[in-house]
């Protein structure tokens, strides 16, 4: 298994520089923007505005840039985007054959 580290939550490309990212810093493959939601630690899906930090201020566009002062990059093991929603495919696979389409 991997050992965590800070990754492009688009492209999985590590990001080797030491801090956080800037708000125009971009991933070197992918040119995603790196200081967004999506590659914060704060980020829930599961929590109020998908944020866990109470005081941070509610960002719309959670895979765009932004000046939140609360951003902590999050240290992962990176996961294809492909291999994350197993059950959610699973269940959308079911629907549509439910439905017949």
Same mark, same amino acid.
């Given at each position: 298994? !991997?050992?965590?580290?800070?990754?492009?939550?688009?492209?999985?490309h590590?990001? !080797?520089? #030491?801090? &956080? #990212?800037?708000? $125009?810093? *971009?991933?070197? =493959?992918? !040119? $995603?923007?790196?200081? @967004?939601?999506? &590659?914060? &630690?704060?980020?829930?899906?599961?929590?109020?505005?998908?944020?866990?930090?109470?005081?941070?201020?509610?960002v719309?566009?959670?895979?765009?840039? &932004?000046?939140?002062?609360?951003?902590?990059?999050v240290? =992962? @093991?990176w @996961? #294809? #985007? *492909?291999?994350?929603?197993?059950?959610?495919?699973?269940?959308?696979?079911?629907?549509?054959?439910?439905l017949?389409?």
């Amino acid at each position: 298994m !991997s050992k965590p580290a800070r990754h492009c939550h688009h492209c999985g490309h590590e990001y !080797s520089l #030491p801090g &956080n #990212p800037g708000r $125009s810093e *971009s991933c070197e =493959r992918c !040119s $995603s923007d790196l200081k @967004v939601c999506l &590659n914060c &630690n704060h980020h829930d899906v599961k929590a109020a505005e998908q944020c866990r930090e109470r005081r941070a201020d509610l960002v719309q566009e959670k895979h765009a840039a &932004n000046f939140c002062e609360y951003f902590e990059f999050v240290r =992962r @093991v990176w @996961v #294809p #985007p *492909s291999q994350q929603n197993h059950r959610e495919q699973g269940a959308r696979d079911a629907l549509r054959k439910l439905l017949g389409d």
